[in-house]
């Protein structure tokens, strides 16, 4: 069974690595962290794995999985570079959305072969991540020996690989980011404009969660043509107006993004069947001006 270290475990790599011990897919071996404590959780969530504060600490891995933050993955394969504890044919890879494989160049160099995969996926709490990570998509990419070794690995957790071009990295990031972490973030410009029309923000809950979970059902289930309701879709530019001006009286960076949202939702809408073009016109000529 091969080895796996870990530089770097967060809410991440304890999921991979509770689920890979879970099915006895991989041996667990160290686990580094910023500070002896946090190796010491990360280790008794996976419920594997020996805690250690310092590369110097460190035995020899097959795989070593380095889940830092973004800015310092650079430097911690650079770290393991130098460390000495690399094998010839070993693997190594990181986790990054936004950042590609070659960032590992320095384990590269010392005959290792290199990957990133990403899951695409929330990682707020560790053991819900774990229940529902069955048929995870993962973005992957780097040396083909890397993926190919790292491939059954990732499918014997229920992942769902999809190759992706390192060039493009930042765009397919800011997709995931999009659909993800703007929805939280559209939520809670909902749930303030609640507030300002005195609606408290447990109520503005209530009402939200039922119209947003059969919203998403409705994009995956019909398409987000089909999907879109409203004014926008029906063409109905005093409300629209209305919205605007309301919005803008209060708070002129929200109402930015209702202009920059209604101009895509226009888009949207002008794909319907029997879609009345002039009166979506108005509606985009109205968003512009703002």
């Known amino acids: ?37 946090s190796s010491e959780t990360a280790v008794e969530v996976i419920n594997a794995g020996k805690p250690v504060d310092n590369l110097v600490h460190m035995t020899c891995a097959d795989v070593y999985m380095i889940g830092c933050g973004d800015d310092s993955i650079e430097q911690c394969s650079q770290d393991l570079a130098n460390s000495g504890l690399l094998k010839q044919g070993g693997i190594v890879f990181h986790c990054s959305g ?43 990419e780097g040396d083909e020996i890397a993926l190919q070794k790292l491939e059954p690995l990732f499918n014997n957790i229920g992942a769902r690989l999809v ?35 005195g609606i408290e923000r447990g109520q503005a809950m209530a009402i939200l969660q039922p119209i947003v979970r059969g919203t998403v059902e409705n994009i995956f289930t019909l398409g987000t043509v089909s999907s879109l309701t409203g004014p926008i879709a029906r ?56």
């Open 1 to 37: 069974m091969l080895r796996i270290n870990f530089i770097g475990c967060g809410q991440v790599g304890k999921t991979l690595g509770k689920l890979w011990h879970k099915g006895s897919h991989l041996k667990i071996g160290d686990v580094l962290n910023q500070s002896l404590l």
């Open 98 to 140: 936004a950042q590609p494989a070659s960032l590992l160049s320095a384990c590269k160099d010392k005959g290792v072969y290199i990957a990133s995969i990403h899951p695409i996926k929330s990682f707020a709490n560790v053991q819900l991540a774990v229940d529902s990570f069955e048929g995870t998509y993962c973005g992957m």
């Open 163 to 197: 190759k992706i071009n390192s060039d493009n990295k930042s765009l397919y990031h800011a997709a995931s980011v999009i659909a993800c972490n703007y929805l939280v973030a559209l939520q809670e410009l909902s749930i303030n404009t609640f507030a300002q029309a």
């Open 235 to 290: 063409g109905d530019k005093d409300i629209v107006s209305n919205q605007l001006n309301a919005i803008s009286d209060w708070n002129q960076d929200f109402a930015t993004v209702y202009q920059l949202l209604g101009k895509v939702s226009v888009d949207i809408a002008s794909k319907k069947e029997g879609a009345d073009i002039t009166k979506l016109k108005q509606i985009r000529d109205l968003l512009e001006k703002g």
